[in-house]
């Protein structure tokens, strides 16, 4: 496809470098979830050192899984990074967060699991954002809010954290 909002999310640590160029750091912020091993945490960690490193472990399924990381947020100051590492939906969602509460895209670098294949598929018929499908761009899933058939669609929305579902047989309506 020519044209498409998919990021082109990194899978590799090589994301943290560039947040330093030319900038004063202050401080990093690795956020993760469960599903991201301390090895890569302390790979995270030892390449921003000397530079005061603080991790936060959010759990995306639960309802108040971000509670340490909005708590921090409160904090934050000029300077700061963060480094968001986990699935795409979970770094997604975290991304989305981190934005609406001021942060700026070049204060952000985000590093996926490269076997990611689950997915938020936001519905462009009930506006509901059905969480952690597992399923390919391309294809399909029934909506969780309207139980449509889906076709997930490469167009991916960062402020819903979702890529973009519609009907899969919206084509052949009259």
């Known amino acids: 496809m020519r044209s498409t909002s998919v990021p082109r ?13 030319g900038a004063l750091v202050t401080r ?4 993760a979830d469960r599903s ?9 960690s030892g390449r921003v050192t000397p530079i005061p490193t603080c991790i936060v472990i959010v759990d995306a399924g639960a309802g108040s899984g ?6 921090l947020l409160t904090e934050a100051r000029i300077g700061w990074r963060f480094v968001v590492a986990g ?26 699991h490269p076997d990611a294949s689950v997915r938020d598929v936001f519905c462009a018929h009930c506006h509901t954002t059905s969480s952690s499908v597992p399923v390919a761009v391309g294809g ?23 890529y973009l579902g519609y009907r899969a047989d919206s084509e052949e309506l009259p």
């Open 140 to 162: 399909r899933t029934p909506c969780g809010g309207c139980s449509a058939e889906l076709t997930v669609y490469y167009h991916y929305s960062r402020r819903h954290s979702a």
């Open 28 to 31: 990093y912020v690795l956020v």
């Open 66 to 71: 971000f509670g340490g990381l909005d708590e």
């Open 9 to 21: 999310w990194r899978s590799d640590s090589s994301a943290v470098d560039d947040l330093a160029a």
């Open 87 to 112: 699935p795409e939906h979970v770094v997604g969602a975290v991304r989305a967060r981190l934005i609406a509460a001021g942060g700026v895209p070049a204060e952000i670098a985000e590093i996926i």
């Open 36 to 44: 991201v091993s301390m090895q890569v945490l302390r790979e995270l």
